[in-house]
Every structure is written in structure tokens, then in C-alpha cells.
T-cell receptor
Framework: KAGVTQTPRYLIKTRGQQVTLSCSPISGHRSVSWYQQTPGQGLQFLFEYFSETQRNKGNFPGRFSGRQFSNSRSEMNVSTLELGDSALYLC???????????FGPGTRLTVT | SQQGEEDPQALSIQEGENATMNCSYKTSINNLQWYRQNSGRGLVHLILIRSNEREKHSGRLRVTLDTSKKSSSLLITASRAADTASYFCATDASNQGGKLIFGQGTELSVKP
């Protein structure tokens, strides 16, 4: 089976712009989660989708949003980018709650 | 906020030695998962241990879980230089719908 894929792998944006990141889960996985990783805060949970429904959301401002499509692919959007949004954004897929979560390679976002 | 703490933060050993990393967490969990990350890349899933399990093995990896102490340990036997990476524990807490909470990680360096 193909693993979790994320596009793009690298992205450079300027403050105030918006960005959309994409994640394709492992075939058959209906749960997709997003995480932000920074040196200072570590790995932090953004949100989780299951069958197109957001089931859980982390403590991030409303500028961070996401969605999941009927084929389980997911996108996350960050509007009005700030310098502090520079991070590695990781997507994970799983069969559902209490199952192993498999991560993609991540999207490295740099905001200048 | 981080659910758990990992100990030690950094560990340096020689090839062939065993490496032990510990993880503590705060709330009830469904399962605990261990991951490896090389140089800011994606997370590689190593092993999942459920709350009703006490020990699991996978190749050179041995994971234990003590729910009464809210702690887990990861043992890598006969370490290799290729094991050099950051290792994270992540808890799948009860009633958290697919959300994983990560520790800060242990940086393992295996010297040839």
C-alpha cells in the first residue's frame, strides 16, 4: 500500500498570505489528523477528520482550518500567515480511533 | 499542552549497546504509540501498545506500559548507527477522537 502523501513538500510564503496544504491518506483509512511541529512547541494537534466530519480540534486560532473530502483526502488552510506559522506540518491517517496513526513526510512551511 | 514527558531528553551510546527511553503521561489512555523521526522528516510508526497490554515486542524493540504509573518505556537492543533519530511517545487519550498527544521526544545518538 502507498503511504501517506503530502503536497507540497516545501513552501515559502510571505506574511499575510494564505496557504493550502494537501494530504492523501493510506487507502482505506478514513481518519486524517494534522499536526504542527516547531522547535519551541514540539508536536501539537491541529484537528482530526473522520468521514468528512471534524471530530476534534486543537488550540489554534481560527486562521487554521481544514476539510476532508469524500475520498478521505484532506486539506488544511492557514489564512493571514504570521512568522510564527513557520513549521513542519504533518498529516497522519488511520483506520479510526485507537488505531495506529501513520504519518506523511510533512510540508515545511516558511513564512517570511 | 504536552500530555507526557520523555526522559532522557538526549541519549548518546555506542553501537551494540541498548538504549532505553521513558515516557510519562497524565490521563487515561486507549493506547500509546512510539515514533521515530530523522532530521525533521516525517514520523515513522514503530509500535502501538494498548492500555490492557503490558509489553510488546517488534524486532529489536521492546515496549512496556504501566498504566498504574502512567508510564511507558522503549528499549532498543543492539543499537546501530542507523537508529540515530528522535523518538517520541504519543498517547491516544480516552474520549479524544483520534487526537494524539506527543511528548517532547528523546534524541538518540548511536556512535559507530
Amino acid at each position: 500500500k502507498a503511504g501517506v502523501t503530502q503536497t507540497p513538500r516545501y513552501l515559502i510564503k510571505t506574511r499575510g498570505q494564505q496557504v493550502t496544504l494537501s494530504c492523501s491518506p493510506i487507502s482505506g483509512h478514513r481518519s486524517v489528523s494534522w499536526y504542527q511541529q516547531t522547535p519551541g512547541q514540539g508536536l501539537q494537534f491541529l484537528f482530526e477528520y473522520f468521514s468528512e466530519t471534524q471530530r476534534n480540534k486543537g488550540n489554534f486560532p481560527g486562521r487554521f482550518s481544514g476539510r476532508q473530502f469524500s475520498n478521505s483526502r484532506s486539506e488544511m488552510n492557514v489564512s493571514t500567515l504570521e512568522l510564527g506559522d513557520s513549521a513542519l506540518y504533518l498529516c497522519a491517517s488511520s483506520l479510526g480511533s485507537s488505531s495506529s496513526a501513520y504519518f506523511g513526510p510533512g510540508t515545511r512551511l516558511t513564512v517570511t | 499542552s504536552q500530555q507526557g514527558e520523555e526522559d532522557p531528553q538526549a541519549l548518546s551510546i555506542q553501537e551494540g549497546e541498548n538504549a532505553t527511553m521513558n515516557c510519562s503521561y497524565k490521563t487515561s489512555i486507549n493506547n500509546l504509540q512510539w515514533y521515530r523521526q530523522n532530521s525533521g522528516r516525517g514520523l515513522v510508526h514503530l509500535i502501538l501498545i494498548r492500555s490492557n497490554e503490558r509489553e510488546k515486542h517488534s524486532g529489536r524493540l521492546r515496549v512496556t506500559l504501566d498504566t498504574s504509573k502512567k508510564s511507558s518505556s522503549l528499549l532498543i537492543t543492539a543499537s546501530r548507527a542507523a537508529d540515530t533519530a528522535s523518538y517520541f511517545c504519543a498517547t491516544d487519550a480516552s474520549n479524544q477522537g483520534g487526537k494524539l498527544i506527543f511528548g517532547q521526544g528523546t534524541e538518540l545518538s548511536v556512535k559507530p
